[in-house]
Structures are given as C-alpha cells and as structure tokens.
Nanobody, 127 residues
Framework: QVQLVESGGGLVQAGGSLRLSCAAS????????VGWFRQATGKEREFVVA???????????DYADSVKGRFTISRDNTKNTVYLQMNSLKPEDTAVYYC?????????????????WGQGTQVSVSS
C-alpha cells in the first residue's frame, strides 16, 4: 500500500513558478512509476508528466506536449518524494494537480492504470 500526499500548490501570476511535491510512504517507492495529472473545472483529467524507474538510478520521463520545456519532474529517493517544477506558468495550467503511482504500467500516460492517488493540490495562474 502506498499513500501519496501532494503539496506546493497555490496562486501565481502568469510567467511565475511553482514546485509541487508528492511525498509517499513505502520503502520501494523508488521503483514506482509516478505520474502527475491535472483536472481543470469542467474538463477531464489529463496527463501532465510521468517518471518511470528503468533500473539502478536511471529514470525515464515523459511529458505532455503542452508542458514540455516548462515543467520538470524529478525524484529524491532519500525522501520518497517526487517533485514537479513548473516554470513559465500560463492561465491554462490552472487545475487541480494529482500525483499517482503504480508499478508495472503498460501506458504511463493513462490515468486508469495507476493504483494509488493523492488528494490533489490546486494550482491557479492569473493573467
């Protein structure tokens, strides 16, 4: 069982930055794929980015086109935490951001394949 807790959301002006954190329980969290998804009001949940453990200290990251070059995912296994650094934020990035985790995923961009979810953190970007 893995429990996830997101933090770091808030209100920021367009062009600003935020760093979200996803803290997890579980001794083997470093081997989990962790994804960030977001859901804006009235819209479906969408994939943002995911980081997948490949082996050893190697991870693979996949980004949605809408955030490439602006968002960066990283993980600190000593803290069982995955971070999402969000730069050059735009009003269209406004949403509730969720982190999710699972192992042995076939499709890391598909929300339904993740077993564990956090409660979400609100990110609001003003124009």
């Amino acid at each position: 069982q893995v429990q996830l807790v997101e933090s770091g959301g808030g209100l920021v002006q367009a062009g600003g930055s935020l760093r979200l954190s996803c803290a997890a329980s579980g001794r083997t969290f470093s081997t989990y794929t962790v994804g960030w998804f977001r859901q804006a009001t009235g819209k479906e949940r969408e994939f943002v980015v995911a980081i997948k453990w490949i082996g050893g200290s190697t991870n693979y990251a996949d980004y949605a086109d809408s955030v490439k070059g602006r968002f960066t995912i990283s993980r600190d296994n000593t803290k069982n935490t995955v971070y999402l650094q969000m730069n050059s934020l735009k009003p269209e990035d406004t949403a509730v951001y969720y982190c999710a985790a699972s192992r042995n995923l076939r499709r890391i961009v598909v929300a339904s394949e993740y077993n564990y979810w956090g409660q979400g953190t609100q990110v609001s970007v003003s124009s």
